[in-house]
């Protein structure tokens, strides 16, 4: 409250300018409002993510098998060091999730911009077209696979039918070591390309036209207007596209499983890191070595984000 100020008195006034505490002002009161409603949430959120981190990482430095409430003693970087020393299982399921991951994200990207690009300009029937994209989409990876696995019957699955009927050899497809990875990320290919197109499509839209309008004016042809003035643009939403797709094939399991069975195949054709880590959990009981895969599983996938995001930010840095 303000006080007053008698006529000769040499006491000021609590509500001088510069002087006491300032009035709270409604900006304040609404942002500490704000944060005090947030903050539940938040913490919340970061128990539910910093304590499986924080429970996996222990359980990494331990010898648990067996029972995961069963006894077990800390053992400090041995299982890692375990792991980094198999040759056996761990570096070849790595280089297949390497493998799977980049060849099936490489012909997904370049299809689905193919795609993206004959679906820019609007054309009759373009909502069909659409709908008929997305049905990959809702399908689960466990219902695909055992599609596919009837499909690719070596006996009586329809594609060796058709290639009978062509005149080509018989093939194996899914039961035979060798072709079992290539044909399972063409499967893969088949499923998610749609999603790329999709995403690309929708950054493509977000384009100015002037730029290609100028191009074209100047005598440019269909792929040095893509190449120098289109892709250049695009390389943001590219970028974007390219890390979420890039995540998500790392981490394919559904799929492997579902058409290939425990350990990827008799001979561990398909088994990736993680077909390898739901071995060593459900059939091996070994979870503190489960534990530190999934560790290191997770430094890949977070270090494969940080380098695609720091290559299309320079990407986009040079083509500006």
């Known amino acids: 409250m303000a006080t007053l100020q008698l006529p000769g008195s040499t006491r000021q006034s609590t509500t001088e300018p510069g002087r006491g505490r300032?009035?709270?002002s409604f900006e304040s009161s609404n942002r500490?409002?704000?944060?005090?409603?947030?903050?539940?949430?938040?913490?919340?959120?970061g128990l539910m993510i910093a304590?499986?981190?924080?429970?996996?990482?222990?359980?990494?430095?331990?010898?648990?098998f067996g029972a995961v409430n069963a006894g077990s003693s800390h053992v400090g970087l041995r299982n890692f060091g375990d792991l980094l020393t198999d040759t056996r299982r761990f570096w070849p399921a790595a280089w297949r999730t390497l493998e799977f991951t980049v060849g099936a994200v490489l012909l997904e990207t370049v299809l689905g911009l193919a795609v993206a690009m004959l679906l820019r300009k609007p054309f009759r029937g373009?909502?069909?077209?659409r709908t008929v994209l997305i049905i990959p989409l809702l399908t689960t990876p466990v219902a695909i696979g055992i599609l596919w696995l009837l499909i690719l019957d070596p006996t009586n699955g329809i594609a060796n039918h058709l290639l009978s009927e062509l005149g080509m050899p018989r093939m194996e497809f899914l039961g035979s070591v060798g072709q079992s990875l290539p044909t399972l990320m063409l499967i893969d290919v088949w499923q998610w390309t749609p999603m790329m197109a999709l995403l690309l499509l929708a950054g493509l839209t977000t384009l100015p036209e002037e730029p290609e309008e100028a191009a074209?004016?100047?005598?440019?042809g269909p792929w040095q207007r893509f190449r120098y003035v289109i892709l250049p643009m695009l390389t943001p939403a590219l970028g974007t596209a390219l890390v979420l797709r890039a995540v998500d094939a790392l981490k394919t399991f559904d799929l492997l499983y579902a058409t290939k069975g425990p350990g990827g195949g008799?001979?561990?054709?398909?088994?990736?890191?993680?077909?390898?880590?739901?071995?060593l959990t459900f059939d091996y009981q070994e979870?503190?070595?489960?534990a530190a895969l999934l560790v290191l599983f997770t430094l890949v996938i977070i270090g494969v984000?940080?380098?695609l995001r720091r290559r299309a930010t320079s990407s986009g840095r040079k083509d500006a």
């Open 22 to 24: 300032p009035p709270r």
């Open 32 to 45: 500490r409002l704000k944060w005090a409603m947030l903050t539940p949430a938040l913490l919340f959120v």
């Open 51 to 64: 304590f499986p981190l924080a429970y996996t990482v222990n359980l990494s430095l331990t010898d648990a």
């Open 126 to 129: 373009i909502r069909w077209v």
């Open 216 to 220: 074209l004016v100047d005598g440019a």
């Open 266 to 279: 008799a001979d561990f054709e398909v088994e990736t890191l993680n077909v390898y880590a739901y071995g």
């Open 287 to 290: 979870y503190g070595l489960a």
């Open 305 to 307: 984000v940080v380098a």
